[in-house]
């Protein structure tokens, strides 16, 4: 039985029609679906290069195959290439036996439109909140107020009229946004923890808390003793909420704490964030590192960092704090999303707070005794996203979608 679903996930494209990435949605991320189905096959945008470095991997496989559309960037050109993309879409469903849209996304919406207009049963994977996404400060866009409404309304309307749906979180996208059915509905991470993300045991020490005083040494370099944190995030976008983050630093830096960060991630806002530490006067403090390779190379960083920190404006339920947590990492984060799922009240600050997310830092980087609980809760609330663990829940969803082509019959629609 053939799936096709639809991401705003980018891919990259040699002229030899393989696909790769640097990202965690890799062949590897893919294969899950293939314990239920005989092949994948995934709408998304592609990047043409002639050349690729090795830290690119492929992605496809002879199961798992992409069809491209546009590699659009931002609302003006979606528009200038949407009658393609819709076309594209179209002609993907005639092939296919299932049908799956991640939302919110741009493209998973237009094949929720296709499966509408051909009276197609169609599943979901809801995967963040876009009232929160849309919130002030998450993106920056003059129409980001009706954008915001109208996102919402499209995914209440979308999670109403799903023959099946799945949610990251537990109960959080729930009550947003209802799906028509309890016996249809799920509640599964997408998130695939494996042996190899997980350490044996939690932190038993940590020599760098409480190092209040000089930041850096005399010649201007900061020192390796430095409290270190890590943010993981795409830079594409500014909901992963990296400036405030510097500005948190900042703070600390002010107060004469002995910090470090290290950010993880790549996109557009790059250069400007860069520049943005420069005129906050710490960028000493701070390096960016661009896109590492999903797996080794971030549990690495991981591995070193003493907190990782994620202050975003909206999240789902979001890989890179589960990966930290699976690595005993003791974590701070802003209560959006699923995050409250996994980590303790205590350690959630508002978004959108740098000045609340410095004091978060500072209040518990000064208690070692409190970071190594917090590394033993992590690793231990970790657990319980472990691959087998979760596999028979989502087993449960894929026998679901593979119903959907019953229900096609029943509706009148394709088979």
């Known amino acids: 039985m053939r799936l096709l679903v639809a991401t705003d996930v980018r891919y990259v494209q040699t002229p030899d029609g393989r696909v790769w990435t640097q990202s965690g949605f890799s062949a590897q991320f893919w294969e899950k679906y293939l314990d239920a189905f005989s092949s994948v096959r995934v709408i998304a945008r ?14 496809d496989t002879a199961a798992i195959g ?3 559309v546009p590699n659009y960037r931002g609302p003006v050109q979606y528009v200038q290439v949407r009658k393609r993309i819709m076309q594209i879409i179209r002609n993907s469903v005639q092939s296919a036996d299932c049908v799956l849209a991640w939302v919110p996304s741009r493209l998973g919406t237009d094949l929720v439109a296709v499966s509408w207009e051909a009276n197609l049963p169609y599943g979901l994977e809801v995967l963040g909140d876009p009232h929160e996404a849309f919130a002030p400060g998450a993106i920056r866009h003059p129409l980001r107020p009706v954008l915001r409404y109208l996102a919402a309304r499209d995914l209440r309307r ?3 009229r799903a023959a099946v749906v799945n949610y990251v ?27 190899e993300s997980f350490v044996s045991r939690p932190r038993e020490n940590t020599t760098n808390v409480g190092r209040v005083g000089a930041a850096s040494r005399p010649n201007g370099s ?6 270190s944190l890590v943010f993981v995030g795409t830079l594409e976008q500014m909901y992963k909420a990296p400036d405030v983050l510097l500005r948190a630093v900042k703070v600390l830096v002010d107060r004469g704490c002995a910090v470090k960060l290290s950010v993880v991630g790549e996109g557009r806002h790059r250069t400007e964030l860069e520049q943005y530490s420069v005129s906050l006067g710490i960028d000493r403090y701070v390096t960016f590192l661009g896109q590492l390779p999903a797996g080794e190379a971030v549990r690495d960083q991981f591995d070193k960092a003493d907190l990782m920190v994620m202050p975003s404006l909206t999240e789902g339920l979001p890989k890179a704090l589960l990966e930290a947590m699976a690595r005993a990492v003791p974590c701070v984060a802003t209560n959006v999303g699923g995050i409250p799922e996994l980590l303790e009240t205590e350690y959630l600050v508002p978004p959108g707070d740098s000045h609340a997310l410095a004091e978060k830092i500072l209040e518990v980087t000064r208690d070692p005794s409190r970071l190594i609980l917090m590394s033993k ?14 596999q028979n829940r989502r087993m449960d969803f894929y026998r679901s979608l ?9 509706q009148g629609g394709k088979n």
């Open 377 to 390: 809760r992590n690793l231990a609330k970790a657990q319980e996203y472990r691959a087998e663990l979760l």
């Open 169 to 195: 979180t537990f109960d959080r996208l729930q009550r947003r946004y209802p799906a028509r059915s309890r016996e249809q509905t799920f509640a599964v991470s997408d998130v695939k923890l494996g042996p």
């Open 222 to 227: 900061v020192s390796d003793e430095c409290f």
């Open 46 to 59: 592609m990047e043409n290069r002639e050349a690729l470095d090795d830290k690119f991997y492929r992605v």
């Open 402 to 410: 593979r119903m959907l082509p019953i229900l096609g019959l029943e």
């Open 66 to 68: 992409f069809t491209a």
């Open 158 to 160: 979308q999670c109403a």
